[in-house]
């Protein structure tokens, strides 16, 4: 999960120069999409394989919509507008919206200090999103892309509420080459038009490492990772390990100048930061 953490950290910043040197976000999507599709199907040539239930197929293609299309897409396109601090700050939210839906989807018990938790997560939220409307730079962030991660965070919890059991019965490059083929033939169509107009030849050799970090490290290896800690791991402990993310987030994006770091953002990380140690110390209280 550290490693996962990391990887999504790093994918930020890294992603983040990518899409203001050649590409969009749109692209960076197919590529993220696409890419992993393909080495999780390469990857499963040399694993023992496993039958998948028919009634199971359908189930794939709506947690590959869910989990992967709306999630990476927000995500990404999310990025490519705001600052890579602000994106990375509101992953850290996913958590809180796990437990609301949890709350509604699975009638988990909603608890005075969940609350207390949701409400100061949602504040430091808030912070973040009135400081990106005031804004005067991307390097602060951009109320349009911060709304959109914060959509990528809730999109991933309602996957894991709605399709937790799906996840559970397969193995990990199963699964993954499944919602990911899935994800691809949604994504692939939307995505050609801008794919054949971009002017390649002008794309710098930068970008294309960047583009190769975000696709194998921040994506194939680390969807591997997390799914591997979630099958050992207790919830609350995995959770945790999201403060990793924005933590190196923010010191290689200062580090190279594609972001700064005020104190209302601080504010804010340490408020989210808060809510979900709330939620968390809660969960395992009932647990």
Request: aromatic content about 10%; glycine content about 8%.
């Amino acid at each position: 999960m550290f490693l996962a953490c990391a990887f999504w950290g790093l994918m930020a910043p890294l992603g983040k120069d990518a899409m203001t040197h050649g590409i969009d976000g749109m692209m960076m999507v197919a590529f993220r999409v696409t890419g992993g599709a393909l080495l999780f199907w390469l990857t499963s040539l040399f694993v023992k394989t496993e039958k998948v239930a028919r009634r199971d197929i359908p189930l794939f293609a709506g947690a590959g919509l869910l989990g992967i299309v709306t999630n990476q897409g927000l995500y990404t396109i999310g990025l490519s507008v705001t600052s890579p601090v602000n994106a990375s700050i509101v992953t850290t939210s996913m958590p809180i919206f796990a437990m609301i839906l949890s709350a509604i989807i699975l009638k988990e018990p909603l608890t005075g200090k969940k609350a207390l938790g949701v409400l100061t997560g949602c504040s430091g939220a808030l912070i973040l999103i009135l400081t990106s409307a005031a804004a005067v730079t991307d390097k602060v962030g951009d109320i349009r892309g911060d709304l959109m991660c914060l959509g990528a965070q809730f999109s991933f919890a309602l996957y894991l509420s709605l399709f937790n059991p799906l996840i559970k019965r397969y193995s990990v490059f199963t699964t993954n080459k499944w919602i990911f083929l899935w994800a691809s033939i949604a994504t692939i169509p939307l995505s050609a038009p801008r794919l054949i107009a971009n002017d390649w030849a002008a794309v710098p050799a930068k970008t294309w490492a960047e583009i190769a970090y975000v696709v194998f490290f921040g994506t194939f290896v680390a969807y591997i990772l997390t799914m591997m800690g979630q099958r050992v791991l207790r919830p609350t402990v995995v959770s945790v390990y999201n403060y990793v993310q924005p933590v190196v987030s923010v010191g290689v994006s200062l580090a190279l100048g594609i972001a700064l770091l005020q104190w209302s953002q601080l504010l804010a990380i340490a408020l989210v930061f808060a809510g979900v140690w709330l939620v968390n110390i809660s969960r395992a209280k009932n647990s």
